[in-house]
């Protein structure tokens, strides 16, 4: 059976030439990097190649990536490096209530230690109001975290303009950006918007599972969490994961290559499948500003959300994870949303932040895309689900 | 010095008559199947006891767990051994064998002899007595209780001197198999499992049926019920898991017949599906984790209406236990962490919001003519379309 895979939200197929590479590191050039003999130069010029390549991505320099485990260890190092670096100019943090977890459980940690954490509300679209933002900073603010595209939604936040509003009120705020869902999807460019800090994670980008990333403004200062062996400037001991961060790096290249088609390639899909959904009447797409459709386009409004992450609702299906199962019977893999019941601001989940009806809750499912995703994929699961949707509903409980 | 080999003790099978040397040969397979996992053991069978000869540079952890897990053994002692029944070397024996087996010396103990060589110079009672001694003169802190010690220590004289301790209890039961075979119906939860272990053991080899319903159920439900049976067949040996996509009759009876009845009627197609298995594959009986009272299908009318479809006897170990006492059983058995993953089964799926918990048979049966035109078929089609794994200890 010929698979379709629209889970890249949760993560991608590694690229060839990260595979490769990787597999050159593994099999001949093993050194460590701090080794003086050859065979630690060897493996040293893989690491900076990789930092390279993703500073080039990223309009930075190298010094300004510190290479991690993956997504939750930089957001971690950020939050918690930033936080307790500027533990002597106050203890207030901003965030948003769509986070991730490895944002807000950081968060709720901080918050024991004796933090305060402000969770900004987002409008049905996902999106945090700016004039909120605004009116929660205070004096005693030391950081603001915002990520740059949300996981489950697809929602786009106002980075660039968060960021200037933040630095007008007080220079010295930390503003950190979990860029994991945006990396690659969308272009951004940390230096020039006054991002301090951006997470990035390798495997949401056909890099291998494992590698990742946090950008650090030169000259920002941060605690580093992993002590030992004092690699990467001491701010993240620990022999580097070679064959990792080298799959890392040619990732990064491939993607950056073709970024602009790529994007155009998802947001086509994205289009594709809302066209189809529209002859659905049993399905309800969540944060695509469909109350502007009277004044904008739909490739328009489409153009204003991620180009890879599409969340629909359905009707009368009493459990997405059984819609999830129905569609992999025909060999097409997706996610189901989640409903979390608690009523913690920061852990209430994406789809409660956004006034998701309780009904709708527990029967969403995340399509996510990639650049190999192609158009007749997306026509594919458009017809199954028409099929199977229909013939789920005749078991609900009701 | 090492121990290179253990004492099987059992009991209850030692009281059966004549048909003692095939309970014994039961338990001596038993003991010979589960070990051959671990390398090549020697194990045989002497007058009323077993003795378990390990290879060269065997585990003893492993050795102790696996025939703490055989159904049959009472109790097993590592056994001391030295290849001469000379006097000196039998004192040095003991002296090394208290050294190491027990951390403490401080405790009290009586001293056991058994003399199989009749010519040996010394009486039972004096090489006890005159080891007892050497113990007490080695080890200041030990002391002689022979009406209450908190050790026994035996030693053997037969052509080897043999020296033996309490040792470790064995879960008692009977040798599984020597009692034949019954199907488990096997869920999730955590009762089946701890279901199964009681039968088997009486010494009853098992069979599992296990009923899948995709797509509202997952792989890793599935997997789940993998597991629970591997975890038991480390007691059961090997099982025989029959997995049955029961998907089409749940939604064929959530078509047909009152939603409140959905629970009951599906359990009735469960028992017929599992007992009409259980006749092909030679089992005399079938197995539930029903505790009486538990949920709405476990009262007793409700119990009177599953058991009404079955002509075999249905064993239900767990009617008269508390959750809190089976919950203990599975911990002990090691089910538990697995029993309680979040993975639904089919039975937790379309359950009506009031469910009938005091079922009438004749109405169930009624409802179920409403079934009568694909009913069998399907039935046909879920035995014959069965999935069966071959399910062995790891």
């Not at chain 1, 969308?186 to 301090?196: H, T």
């Not at chain 1, 502007?292 to 629909?312: I, K, N, W």
């Not at chain 2, 220590?153 to 039961?173: L, N, Q």
Request: glycine letters at 6%; a negative charge; aromatic letters at 8%.
């Amino acid at each position: 059976m010929k698979e379709i895979y629209l889970d890249n939200a949760a993560t991608t197929r590694v690229c060839e030439e990260a595979v490769s590479i990787m597999e050159q590191v593994m099999r001949e050039d093993f050194g460590n990097p701090s080794s003086l003999h050859r065979k630690g130069f060897v493996a040293d010029t893989y690491v900076r190649e990789a930092k390279k390549q993703i500073a080039k991505s990223l309009k930075c320099e190298e010094k300004e990536i510190i290479l991690t485990s993956g997504g939750t260890e930089a957001n971690n190092l950020a939050l918690f490096g930033g936080a307790y670096a500027k533990k002597r100019s106050g203890n207030h943090i901003i965030s948003t209530s769509v986070e991730h977890a490895s944002v807000y459980n950081p968060l709720i940690f901080l918050e024991e230690q004796g933090f305060e954490v402000t969770y900004l509300s987002v409008d049905a679209n996902g999106r945090i109001s700016l004039e909120e933002l605004k009116n929660s900073l205070r004096k005693d603010t030391i950081l603001v975290s915002i990520m740059a595209v949300n996981n489950e939604i697809g929602a786009v936040e106002p980075i660039a303009e968060a960021a200037k509003l933040v630095h007008d009120f007080n220079a010295n705020i930390l503003f950190h950006v979990d860029a994991i869902q945006s990396y690659g999807k969308l272009p951004i460019a940390p230096g020039k918007l006054g991002i301090d800090l951006l997470s990035v994670s390798g495997h949401k980008l056909h890099g291998p599972k494992g590698s990742g990333f946090l950008y650090k403004r030169d000259k920002v200062r941060i605690i580093p969490e992993i002590l030992g062996g004092g690699q990467q400037n001491n701010m993240r001991s620990g022999t580097e994961n070679v064959p990792a961060i080298a799959g890392l790096g040619e990732a990064v290249r491939v993607y950056f290559q073709n970024q602009k088609q790529y994007m155009e390639q998802m947001y086509a899909c994205k289009e594709a499948f809302l066209r189809r959904l529209a002859d659905m009447p049993f399905a309800h797409p969540n944060a695509v500003f469909s109350e502007l459709s009277d004044t904008h386009s739909l490739s328009e409004r489409v153009r204003m959300t991620a180009p890879h992450v599409l969340c629909v609702s359905f009707d009368s299906i009493s459990k997405s994870e059984v819609l999830l199962h129905s569609l992999e019977e025909y060999g097409i893999y997706v996610s189901s949303g989640s409903a979390c019941s608690s009523n913690h601001p920061a852990i209430s989940g994406t789809l409660k932040a956004i006034g998701l009806p309780d009904c709708y809750l527990g029967s969403t499912i995340r399509f996510s895309f990639c650049p190999e995703t192609t158009l007749s994929e997306i026509e594919e699961t458009c017809d199954r689900l028409s099929e199977i949707v229909p013939k789920l509903q005749k078991y609900t409980v009701k | 010095m090492e121990y290179k080999s253990f004492l099987v003790k059992y009991a209850e099978i030692g009281l059966k008559g004549k048909n003692r040397s095939y309970f014994e040969d039961c338990l001596v397979n038993q003991i010979r199947q589960n070990l051959s996992m671990l390398g090549e053991y020697k194990v045989t069978k002497e007058q009323g006891r077993i003795y378990v000869d390990c290879p060269e540079g065997y585990d003893y952890d492993d050795t102790v767990d696996c025939l703490s897990k055989i159904f049959g053994i009472v109790g097993f002692m590592p056994v001391m051994e030295i290849p001469t029944t000379d006097w000196d070397a039998i004192c040095k024996l003991a002296v090394d064998f208290v050294e190491q087996s027990f951390a403490e010396k401080n405790f009290t103990f009586k001293m056991f002899c058994k003399r199989g060589d009749k010519n040996y110079p010394m009486t039972s009672p004096e090489i006890a007595c005159e080891l007892g001694g050497v113990l007490l003169e080695h080890f200041p802190g030990l002391s002689v209780d022979v009406h209450n010690p908190d050790k026994s220590i035996t030693v053997e004289v037969r052509s080897h001197a043999y020296i033996y301790s309490d040792g470790y209890k064995g879960i008692g039961g009977m040798p599984v198999g020597c009692n034949g075979k019954a199907m488990l119906l096997l869920s999730g939860g955590i009762d089946s499992p701890v279901a199964g272990y009681m039968i088997a053991k009486r010494g009853v080899a098992i069979d599992a049926t296990y009923f899948d319903a995709p797509p509202y159920t997952n792989e890793r439900a599935r997997q789940k019920v993998i597991d629970l049976a591997k975890q038991i067949s480390k007691y059961v040996g090997p099982i025989k898991l029959n997995i049955i996509n029961f998907t089409e009759i749940q939604m064929y009876i959530y078509e047909t017949c009152p939603h409140e009845e959905l629970t009951i009627l599906m359990r009735r197609y469960m028992m017929r599906i599992a007992e009409e298995i259980a006749n092909r594959s030679n089992c005399l009986a079938l197995i539930t984790g029903e505790s009486l009272g538990q949920v709405a299908s476990q009262t007793m009318q409700s119990l009177n209406c599953t058991n009404a479809v079955c002509k075999m006897p249905v064993y239900r170990p767990l009617i008269g236990f508390d959750k809190s006492e089976i919950v203990e059983i599975s911990q002990r058995i090691g089910t538990f962490e697995t029993s309680i993953l979040p993975y639904e089964d089919c039975c937790t799926i379309y359950v009506a919001k009031h469910p009938v918990t005091k079922p009438i048979l004749h109405i169930i049966e009624h409802s179920e003519t409403l079934l009568a035109e694909k009913i069998d078929d399907m039935v046909a089609r879920a035995i014959d379309e069965r999935t069966i794994m071959r399910i062995k200890p790891e």
